[in-house]
């Protein structure tokens, strides 16, 4: 189904390189310093068009497509970790010659931003973990076993077009326009077994606190008030565990925030740049 965000797709169409053999693919737009956003299990660059339009006049806005996701070609390995998806994004990172992006991981994108702060800090100027899902690697097997085979199951039972319309308004606030579910949707139907599986894999078996210790940079945590997927809560816990210079409620939205509250997200965004840019001591514990 069509409508005002997918229609403005064709405005950021998709880019691809050969790296080592594979795949990926990435929208981008504007100029400026570089923001760099990684997107969750069931999305892909598509789902960012409302920051690469808003973002655009102030950042160079680079969305990739995960590994197995979109455009791009899947990882070599179909258990990866998220060492696996930061080795991939530091090629995407060469390869374009970014210079200290600020890196933005939503959902399980958090995670494999995490790993790839933990490697390659040095690089960033911040990271943001947005509604972030931060893994299973702790729990027992059968739970694992159960959070690997959920998703790719549904995508089996349902095809891409009966798991969109079935999950996707779940990823938004319960009020959501239907603009906001049908650019859920749309990711939806673009994604593929063998990828889908992978990252659900990976959110079964990793764990997102094996890598933020490793990471000495400035973090913000972002979620929406209304996300039912990785709810405030937990967001709150791993702000504080993590020592997060700052929390950020974002009112109103659920899981997919980025798409419920977009001019939020972007302020979010702007504010943490400009914390940024004027290096001010670091506010800990999670304040709001």
């Given amino acids: 189904m069509a409508s005002v965000l997918t229609d403005k797709l064709s405005q950021f169409p998709l880019q691809t390189l050969q790296l080592n053999g594979r795949r990926l693919a990435y929208r981008e737009a504007g100029e400026g310093p570089v923001l760099l956003l990684l997107h969750g299990i069931s ?15 102030r950042f160079r806005v680079i969305a990739w497509d995960a590994p197995g996701y979109g455009g791009s070609d ?4 179909d258990t990866p970790t998220a060492l696996d998806y930061a080795a991939a994004l530091l090629e995407l990172v060469q390869a374009l010659e970014l210079q ?7 959902s399980l994108g958090a995670l494999q931003a995490a790993a790839f702060a933990s490697l390659h800090g040095e690089r960033l100027a911040g990271l943001v973990l947005a509604d972030p899902a931060q893994g299973y690697g702790q729990a027992d097997a059968a ?40 650019l859920v949707a749309d990711g939806m139907r673009r994604l593929g077994l063998a990828g889908f599986s992978a990252a659900s894999w990976l959110l079964a078996h990793d764990d997102i606190g094996r890598y933020l210790p490793d990471y000495r940079g400035s973090v913000w945590v972002l979620c929406g008030d209304e996300d039912r997927i990785t709810p405030p809560e937990s967001a709150m816990a791993l702000a504080q565990h993590c020592g997060a210079a700052r929390y950020v409620a974002l009112s109103g939205a659920g899981h997919a925030s980025y798409i419920d509250a977009p001019a939020a997200f972007a302020a979010a965004i702007d504010d943490y740049a400009q914390v940024l840019l004027q290096g001010p001591a670091v506010i800990t514990g999670g304040e709001q």
Wanted: glycine share 8%.
């Fill in 100 to 106: 200290s992006p600020l890196l933005v991981g939503h």
């Fill in 43 to 57: 999305s892909g660059s598509g789902s960012w068009v409302c920051q690469l339009e808003a973002l655009s006049d």
């Fill in 74 to 77: 899947a990882l070599d390995t």
């Fill in 143 to 182: 739970t694992q076993q159960d959070v690997f085979r959920k998703r790719p199951a549904l995508l089996e039972a349902l095809g891409p077009e009966g798991l969109a319309r079935e999950r996707a308004p779940a990823l938004l606030a319960a009020d959501a326009s239907d603009d906001k579910v049908a």
